[in-house]
């Protein structure tokens, strides 16, 4: 049994994480300051006996009683609402943050695992993108607060490795959505799945040709306790290399919610697609080769189980309104 502190632990993926690791018998400690994450994402293991939760904001020193055999680093601002609106957040998040827990990690000579981002390739000129690819970022777009805070973090989490011997892992997340994503985190999951739900049309930016890879959280977290458990110390794409068009993918959860609404094409109010990559599909090799690993979840089972987490979430919402 294993020790494990997890930053962003109230969070979408943290939280699935922490399932996971509770499920495999580990102790898990979730750190949380609450600003993207949510109680309800953990309300579940309220008493659990291996389960702790600590409120605190990873960019401030961080003091952990205890061992700690792991500390995985999942706090961060990733949608494009957040980091448009807390930009300076954003980026002290990804480089105090990290610096903070990696310290940690230092202190208690435990493994550091950091959640990195596909975003760190930017707007590729390389498709699919292998992780040797050493990406195409705007550094003072609107986005570059979270491309570059990640892509430092990256530099940070290889420097401690090489100059303090900080065992290390670090994982380069592609698009992964599944329940306990926020409904109001501005991506095209949550956006269409909102909309389908409540039939209102399906508002598409641009011309949607851009494409993504949509990856469920499940098989993401199975990848990263792979990892987590491997020797690699070099970055590991994880996401699903089945790639599709925004439109495509807005065609899929219009006919999953049974919205009979049109789908329209609006510009974006606001600076969220610029530098938004035209293509974004994992090349995921090394993820084979190395962890035995690659995604298994079927994107429409995925979605059904979405769609009816944000189904039950809306029902509550109207219920706790009208009450």
């Excluded at 018998?25 to 008493?47: K, M, Q, S, Y």
Aim: aromatic share 8%; glycine share 8%.
């Amino acid at each position: 049994m294993a020790r494990i502190l997890i930053t962003g632990g109230a969070g979408f993926i943290g939280s699935h994480l922490a399932d996971r690791l509770l499920a495999e018998g580990h102790e898990v400690v979730a750190l949380d300051n609450l600003f993207t994450g949510h109680p309800r994402n953990i309300g579940h293991l309220a008493g659990h006996e291996r389960f702790r939760f600590i409120k605190h904001d990873v960019t401030e020193y961080m003091y952990v009683d205890g061992r700690l055999d792991a500390v995985l680093h999942f706090a961060s601002l990733p949608s494009p609402v957040d980091y448009l609106r807390e930009p300076i957040k954003t980026l002290k998040v990804g480089a105090l943050g990290t610096h903070k827990a990696l310290g940690l990690a230092r202190a208690h000579g435990a493994t550091f695992l950091l959640a990195s981002t596909s975003e760190v390739y930017g707007d590729p000129k390389v498709h699919p993108q292998p992780e040797s690819y050493w990406g195409n970022v705007n550094p003072i777009g609107p986005r570059g607060v979270y491309d570059e805070s990640k892509r430092f973090a990256e530099a940070m989490t290889m420097a401690y490795h090489r100059y303090h011997g900080i065992d290390t892992r670090i994982v380069r997340i592609f698009n992964t959505f599944g329940p306990r994503m926020r409904a109001d985190d501005g991506r095209v999951v949550t956006n269409f799945i909102a909309q389908g739900l409540r039939g209102e049309p399906m508002t598409v930016y641009d011309d949607g040709l851009r494409t993504r890879s949509f990856c469920y959280v499940s098989d993401l977290v199975d990848g990263i306790v792979r990892l987590l458990h491997s020797r690699e110390v070099d970055p590991v794409n994880l996401g699903n290399p089945r790639e599709m068009t925004v439109l495509e993918f807005a065609t899929t959860v219009r006919r999953l919610t049974g919205d009979r609404s049109e789908i329209i094409f609006v510009a974006p109010k606001d600076e969220r697609t610029k530098d938004d990559p035209t293509t974004r599909q994992p090349d995921i090799t090394r993820a084979r080769t190395l962890l035995g690993w690659e995604p298994h979840v079927a994107l429409e089972e995925g979605l059904q189980r979405t769609i009816d987490y944000f189904r039950a979430l809306l029902d509550m919402e109207g219920t706790c309104a009208s009450s």
